[in-house]
């Protein structure tokens, strides 16, 4: 197994990228109901609420794939 030669400010910036990405899966995507009753899965601002943009269903399926192959990589044995 290779390591990749990073410096210190490119792992922490590795981690931020990471912890922004995590936080708005917490907290950033919702399932938004309009007035006729229609569901979408949106991007929200946590604090005001305000949607941001509906996510079509081909970039949710990508959003999935992306997540459970995140979920694989984090989950495999040393």
Do not use: P
Request: hydrophobic share 45%; aromatic share 2%; glycine share 2%.
């Amino acid at each position: 197994m290779t390591k990749l030669e990073m410096n210190q400010d490119e792992i922490k910036n590795a981690v931020n990228v990471i912890q922004e990405f995590i936080h708005l899966i917490l907290n950033g995507i919702e399932i938004v109901r309009d007035d006729r009753g229609i569901c979408a899965v949106c991007i929200v601002n946590h604090e005001t609420k305000e949607v941001i943009r509906e996510l079509e269903l081909k970039e949710l399926i990508a959003v999935v794939d992306n997540c459970n192959a995140l979920m694989n990589l984090t989950q495999r044995s040393k």
